[in-house]
């Protein structure tokens, strides 16, 4: 199946620092990518939709100021959780969709961000 | 909106059969999908249905009823690798045929 690689798998950070979390197609092109939160316990919600060459499109309640998605190739899409809180301590999990595979989603490894 | 629903949490013995249920009340309807996801980790999938009936693939099964609006997953033969929580997700086609997630089913396998 295709590959979806997402990098780092764990990060810590300093309340008010920023994070970059990035999610790689390894043997497709990925012309969407989403980008899933996931706190303990609870099933995944989605954040925003990322289009390749276009602006991401963000779910209702998603503020797109904090959360900046970048789309900038076929094969990268990066997450970057700016002046990050506590609050946004979550596991954070990016997929791209297959075409020709009843485009069903492959997922990242995910990213569990811890905000001190 | 959509509304997805299925169990919190099941239990169940290995060697046995589970079934875990997933209603759903959303228009525009264009697939569900069954991922299994260990803690920790990120989902994988595990079957699709897009028209009613059932789907079989090994010791996983699911059944899609749409008139219903209903899923369920079958997992025969548990084992305990199969203590998991287990995703039920709807492709809205309206919505540019993006996923949205039930809340999960968290399955434990005893022995």
């Known amino acids: 199946g295709a590959v979806v690689s997402q990098h780092p798998s764990w990060v810590i950070c300093k309340s008010g620092t920023s994070v970059k979390i990035e999610c790689r197609s390894l043997?497709?092109?990925?012309?969407?990518m989403f980008w899933y939160r996931q706190f303990p316990k609870q099933s995944l919600m989605l954040m925003a939709t990322s289009n390749e060459g276009s602006k991401a499109t963000y779910e209702q309640g998603v503020e797109k100021d904090k959360f900046l998605i970048n789309h900038a190739s076929l094969t990268l899409s990066t997450l970057t959780v700016t002046s990050a809180h506590p609050e946004d301590s979550s596991f954070y999990i990016c997929?791209?969709?297959?075409?020709?595979?009843?485009?069903?989603?492959?997922f990242g490894s995910g990213t569990q961000l811890s905000v001190l | 909106g959509q509304n997805i629903d299925q169990p919190t949490e099941m239990t169940a013995t290995e060697g046995a059969i589970v079934q875990i249920n997933c209603t759903y009340q959303t228009s525009g309807f264009n697939g569900l999908f069954w991922y299994q996801q260990h803690a920790g980790e990120a989902p994988t999938f595990l079957s699709y249905n897009v028209l009613d009936g059932l789907e079989e693939k090994g010791r996983f099964s699911s059944f899609l009823s749409r008139s219903k609006g209903y899923s369920y997953l079958l997992l025969k033969e548990l084992q305990m690798k199969d203590s998991a929580s287990y995703l039920c997700a709807v492709r809205i086609k309206a919505a540019g045929n993006k996923l949205t997630f039930g809340g999960g089913t968290r399955v434990l396998v005893k022995p």
């Open positions: 997929s791209a969709r297959v075409r020709a595979t009843n485009e069903k989603l492959f």
């Open positions: 043997d497709f092109q990925a012309t969407t």
